[in-house]
């Protein structure tokens, strides 16, 4: 007995826990679980999550490791004609080592018929593997319609969440159009305003300054005679010969009567 459970326990290590059958390209996980790479790719397809089927652990690595030492093992029982399905459907309990019947509810483990009469299991509730592997099924069913439900719930909220958010998107994009243009339109009006401003300021100006140039003009004019006029009174004050300064007085005199007249004239206070 001993030596046929051991070789139980041996055949056990290689089987896929997923198609109960001798691994095919076993690759193992971060946990340290082995699978055939068929099964755990079609497990996670259909479950749409990276998790080991064994223990659950979400693996956040998908890339897949094989496991060589492993798949010669599984290589060797499968040459010497092992039966792994029916090895494997046919656990015993190591204790007794009488098949496994029973699943005590309380503990929510697998044991034998001597298990179920001994001292630590008297108290306990127990079913057949069958009928216990039934009610788990139905409740995970349950749980599973109920978070498929759920799933669908969230999916909905999703899709009105998204499509609130692209209508924000859209009416704020909206929006900054509009006030681009607009703000666009009045730049182009305060420029058009600006340029008319200055034009009008710069004829202003000149219809201002045209008459104040040309008076500056001729008031520089009469300061140039004037300062010429200077020059020859000085250079006649200077005139040594009685004679030729009085002719020059009397000519001077003439002139200054004329150009007295003319300067007044021109000049403009």
């Not at 001798?22 to 079609?42: A, K, M, Q, W, Y």
């Not at 064994?54 to 040459?79: F, G, H, Q, S, Y």
């Not at 040309?214 to 009685?242: A, C, G, P």
């Amino acid at each position: 007995m001993a030596s046929k459970r051991k070789a139980e326990i041996w055949i056990e290590e290689v089987i896929c826990p997923v198609c109960l059958d001798f691994f095919t390209d076993p690759v193992i996980l971060e946990c340290g679980h082995n699978f055939c790479r068929s099964c755990i790719t079609r497990c996670w397809e259909r479950e749409e999550r990276n998790s080991c089927p064994e223990c659950r652990e979400v693996i956040a690595d998908r890339t897949l490791r094989v496991n060589r030492a492993l798949a010669n093992l599984a290589e060797k029982a499968r040459n010497i004609n092992l039966n792994p399905k029916g090895k494997v459907n046919k656990l015993h309990c190591e204790e007794h080592e009488e098949e496994l019947k029973l699943f005590c509810e309380t503990d929510k483990t697998l044991i034998c018929v001597i298990c179920a009469v001994a001292e630590e299991h008297r108290e306990h509730r127990f079913k057949p593997i069958k009928e216990a592997v039934k009610i788990y099924k139905d409740q995970l069913k349950s749980s599973l319609d109920s978070l498929t439900k759920k799933k669908s719930d969230f999916q909905k909220k999703e899709q009105q969440q998204k499509e609130k958010i692209s209508g924000v998107r859209k009416q704020s994009h909206s929006v900054q159009t509009h006030i681009t243009s607009q703000f666009a339109e009045l730049r182009q009006i305060i420029t058009e305003k600006e340029q008319s401003l200055l034009r009008d300021l710069r004829k202003e100006e000149k219809r201002i300054l045209n008459p104040m140039e040309k008076n500056l003009l001729k008031i520089q004019n009469n300061i140039r005679f004037i300062q010429e006029e200077i020059s020859k009174l000085k250079e006649q004050m200077d005139e040594k010969d009685s004679v030729i300064f009085l002719k020059d007085e009397a000519r001077w005199n003439r002139r200054q009567g004329m150009l007295f007249t003319e300067t007044l004239n021109g000049f403009v206070k």
